[in-house]
């Protein structure tokens, strides 16, 4: 194990780093310090050249509850700089993170799910936007997010009402891309981790970054901030290796 904080954990493994939120007691509760503990993994996945994805999980059956609402009165929403809630919901990261999600993912910690790439759930865990009934609005990308993940009036229900969204009901909404057994969330995550690291890491990066910088727009705009992204690609290396990789029926050996 690499780095040991009371309130996080960090694990590389071979190009993947494991970052756990560490606060079972409250359903890894977002305080200052977690959310400062996060913000410092995030930054090290984004300069590390060793890492190519990251995962993200918590510690004692949950996922996470959101905010620590014991510390709101005293330390505020816990965003990081204009990175957002733990340094994620606003960052823009380049490279891939995913969800591995047990138990409950509410409030904020539904909030970082939404933020994350992809998401492995157990058949166990459920989702929640609880926060009107808290006097809340969920900020820090649940209403924004949300609508485009799933039916309008669905995602509606669950901001205007609090319900609860089971994990395998997501699923068939196509909100969770692996529903697993209970206990087997990480497994299929870093099982995830693994087919996305198996590819050109620079393919995998602008990839995400067209995906990202083109959202909303129209067609014809889209293209425009895609291709200078995007066509820098088709003379890599990578790109060669890939072809002559398909026409060599091997598997490409990329460098790292």
Same mark, same amino acid.
């Given at each position: 194990?690499?780095?040991?904080?009371?309130?996080?954990?960090?694990?590389?493994?071979?190009?993947v780093?494991?970052?756990?939120? $560490?606060r079972?007691?409250? @359903? $890894?509760?977002?305080?200052?310090?977690l +959310?400062? +503990?996060?913000?410092?993994?995030?930054? %090290?996945?984004?300069?590390d050249?060793a890492?190519?994805?990251?995962?993200l999980?918590?510690?004692?059956?949950?996922?996470?509850?959101?905010?620590?609402l014991?510390?709101?009165?005293a330390e505020?929403v816990?965003?990081?700089?204009?990175?957002g809630l733990?340094?994620?919901? #606003?960052s823009?990261?380049?490279?891939?993170?995913?969800?591995?999600? &047990?138990?409950?993912?509410?409030?904020?910690?539904?909030?970082?799910?939404l933020?994350? !790439?992809?998401?492995?759930?157990?058949?166990?865990?459920?989702?929640?936007?609880?926060?009107?009934? #808290?006097?809340?609005?969920?900020?820090?990308?649940?209403?924004?997010?949300?609508?485009g @993940?799933?039916?309008?009036?669905?995602?509606?229900?669950?901001?205007l009402?609090?319900?609860?969204?089971p994990?395998?009901?997501? +699923?068939?909404?196509?909100?969770v $891309? %692996?529903?697993?057994?209970?206990? &087997?969330?990480?497994?299929?995550?870093l +099982?995830?981790a693994? %087919?996305v690291?198996a590819?050109?890491?620079?393919?995998?990066?602008?990839t995400?970054?067209?995906?990202? !910088?083109? %959202?909303?727009l129209?067609?014809l705009t889209?293209?425009?901030?895609?291709?200078?992204?995007?066509?820098?690609?088709?003379?890599?290396?990578?790109a060669? &290796?890939?072809?002559?990789?398909f026409?060599?029926? #091997?598997?490409?050996?990329?460098q @790292?």
């Amino acid at each position: 194990m690499d780095l040991q904080d009371p309130v996080m954990v960090t694990e590389p493994r071979a190009g993947v780093l494991l970052i756990t939120l $560490n606060r079972p007691h409250v @359903r $890894n509760a977002i305080d200052r310090s977690l +959310a400062e +503990a996060m913000d410092a993994a995030l930054t %090290r996945l984004e300069t590390d050249p060793a890492l190519a994805v990251g995962i993200l999980t918590g510690e004692g059956g949950h996922f996470c509850s959101g905010m620590d609402l014991k510390a709101f009165p005293a330390e505020g929403v816990p965003v990081v700089a204009d990175r957002g809630l733990a340094g994620l919901t #606003r960052s823009g990261l380049r490279k891939p993170l995913i969800a591995a999600v &047990e138990g409950a993912a509410v409030a904020g910690g539904f909030e970082l799910a939404l933020a994350c !790439d992809l998401i492995a759930a157990a058949d166990t865990a459920f989702f929640a936007l609880p926060e009107v009934a #808290r006097g809340l609005v969920a900020a820090e990308g649940g209403a924004i997010r949300l609508p485009g @993940r799933l039916p309008y009036h669905v995602a509606m229900e669950l901001l205007l009402t609090a319900a609860p969204l089971p994990a395998p009901e997501a +699923a068939r909404y196509g909100l969770v $891309n %692996r529903l697993t057994r209970e206990g &087997e969330a990480l497994d299929a995550a870093l +099982a995830l981790a693994d %087919r996305v690291q198996a590819h050109s890491r620079d393919a995998v990066l602008v990839t995400k970054q067209v995906v990202q !910088d083109t %959202r909303g727009l129209d067609d014809l705009t889209a293209y425009a901030v895609q291709d200078p992204l995007s066509s820098p690609v088709f003379t890599t290396d990578a790109a060669t &290796e890939g072809a002559h990789a398909f026409t060599e029926k #091997r598997s490409p050996a990329w460098q @790292r």
